[in-house]
């Protein structure tokens, strides 16, 4: 039934395909994903994304503007004006830049509204441009006012890797999403709207982006704020700990306790083995929130009925934890790597020392591959080099070594501010992995 084909990867010769064109009456064109910047631009959808989500505040919360006809024209467009007339047409997230939308009803208003960039088919059924829609949702939008601040988040934006062409495909819809947070921020703080969006990116996918064109960098610099736990020193009064003794204020309010002075002294043991609490729980970690929250819970949910978390329940439950890390280390991994190459590379670093030079990794890499194909196709795309800069980014590998013979230990992390991985100094497994990955030592 089909007249036409798109090939992708073709090994037919020029003249099989005009013989094929001649006698089946197919026609064949060649396309290269990576050249084809339609396929690859995602800013208008996200424009409209951005737009159905305003449009839907207002439906759901009525006294966030003030209705008038631009209003109920913004709506109209979007589909949300409740009677029927676009709603769905459009769908939830149109997928390209420069699509032709049909549309099936009110003819009349949207030609008016479009102002001619509407083509009419016949009475019932019109094509239009996804720019064009987002052009007239502009136009409205200028003139709405809103009597409450509004605030849009996309949260924790992430990328994972299946296969190539996804992977630079979803890379691109995020650098999209940046791209238009900043569009919609200009627009309203030119007019002055009390309206403003926000993206939370992982920085390992915004260094993703330096291959994929229109660089953001310079956009994130700007007009971004980075987010880091490791502007303080270690003590009791760091921040992700303070984060901890106000959590449990708030519970001790909550159950009629009166709130202790020295909550982390009240809680937790002073020491644990030789380090002090604060080290403890810190240096087992990957200096983010998330990672103290998980090591509590777990104390908790295995011993419900203690009422500290002592030596006893935050030792027992180290592996699990530490198991928990690693897990979400494959997660992060996945943004840049396939599963079977993350698969390659726990198992590398199963068993392995937990200080080591690059030339003992490598050894290690090359015993795995000797019995692994996975391993011999994961080296032939990466260094052991660029997987060590990889991990070391992500907080999973690190630095530790003297500057000298009986010098002053060095040891450099990324949650520490350090920058680059020094691959020709001795390197180390992050101390809360050994578990899991039942380094030696």
Same mark, same amino acid.
């Given at each position: 039934?089909?007249a036409?084909?798109?090939l992708f990867?073709?090994?037919?010769s020029e003249?099989?395909k +005009?013989?094929i064109s001649? /006698?089946?009456?197919w ?7 990576a050249?084809s910047?339609?396929s690859?631009?995602?800013?208008e959808?996200w424009?409209?994304?951005?737009h ?5 505040l207002?439906v ?6 003030v209705?008038?006809?631009?209003s109920a024209?913004?709506l109209?467009?979007?589909g949300l004006?409740g009677e029927?007339?676009?709603?769905k047409?459009l ?5 390209l ?5 049909k549309?099936?009803a ?6 008016a ?5 509407i ?8 094509e ?6 987002n052009?007239?949702?502009w136009?409205?939008?200028?003139f ?10 996309f ?5 994972f890797?299946h296969t190539?062409?996804?992977?630079m495909?979803d890379?691109r ?13 200009d ?13 939370a ?11 994929v064109?229109q660089?953001?960098?310079?956009l994130?610099?700007?007009r ?5 736990w ?5 003590s ?5 700990? /303070? ?5 449990i ?13 020295n909550l982390?002294?009240?809680?937790f043991p002073?020491n644990?083995g030789?380090?002090?609490i ?5 240096d087992n970690?990957f200096?983010?929130p998330?990672?103290l929250?998980?090591r509590?819970t777990i104390? /908790? ?6 009422? +500290?978390?002592s ?5 027992r439950?180290a592996?699990?934890?530490s198991?928990?890390l690693w897990?979400?280390?494959?997660y992060e991994?996945?943004a ?5 190459d ?8 199963s ?9 003992? +990794?490598?050894?290690?890499f090359?015993?795995v ?5 996975r391993?011999?196709a994961?080296?032939?795309?990466r260094s052991?080099?660029e997987?060590?800069?990889?991990l ?7 630095n ?6 009986h010098?002053?230990?060095r040891?450099r992390?990324v ?10 100094k001795q ?5 809360a992995l050994?578990?899991h ?5």
């Open positions: 039934e089909c036409h084909f798109v990867k073709s090994d037919l003249s099989a +005009m013989k001649a /006698q089946a009456g026609s064949f064109d060649e396309f290269d994903p050249k910047e339609i690859q631009d995602f800013k959808a424009v409209w994304f951005l159905h989500k305003i449009g839907q207002f759901q919360y009525p006294d966030l503007y209705s008038d006809e631009h024209a913004y109209k467009i979007l004006d029927g007339a676009f709603a047409v769908g939830y997230f149109p997928k830049d420069g699509v032709k939308i549309l099936k009110s003819i009349p208003f949207f030609e509204e479009l102002e001619g960039d083509d009419t088919l016949n009475s019932t059924t019109s239009v441009t996804l720019d064009a829609l052009t007239a949702l136009k409205r939008l200028e709405i006012q809103t009597s409450k601040k509004i605030s849009l988040f949260d924790e934006l992430e990328v890797y190539k062409d996804q992977y495909r890379v819809m995020v650098r999209d999403i940046i791209f238009t947070v900043d569009r919609f921020n627009f309203f703080i030119r007019l002055g709207k009390n309206i403003r969006c926000f993206a990116v992982r920085s390992e996918v915004l260094d993703a982006m330096s291959g064109g660089e953001v960098e310079r994130v610099h700007d971004g704020v980075n987010i880091s490791n502007s303080a020193k270690r009791l009064s760091h921040p992700l700990l /303070q984060m901890i003794a106000k959590k204020a708030a519970s001790e309010k909550e159950n009629g306790i009166p709130i202790s002075d982390l002294e009240k809680y002073k644990i030789s380090d002090n604060d080290a403890y729980l810190l970690s200096y983010r998330r990672d929250i998980w509590l104390a /908790q949910k295995a011993y419900p009925n203690d009422g +500290m978390f030596t006893e329940n935050l030792t439950t592996a699990e934890y198991a928990k897990e979400e280390i494959r991994l996945s840049s790597y396939s599963q079977s993350v698969d390659v590379i726990t198992m590398a670093f068993g392995a020392k937990s200080y080591f030079h690059l030339a003992d +990794m490598e050894e290690r090359t015993r591959s000797r019995d692994s194909e391993c011999r994961l080296l032939k795309k052991v080099e997987i060590l800069r990889d070391f980014r992500l907080g999973a590998v690190g530790d070594f003297r500057a000298s013979t010098g002053e230990r040891n992390w949650f520490r501010g350090d920058a680059t991985l020094l691959i020709d390197m180390v497994i992050n101390k050994w578990k990955l039942s380094t030696t030592k």
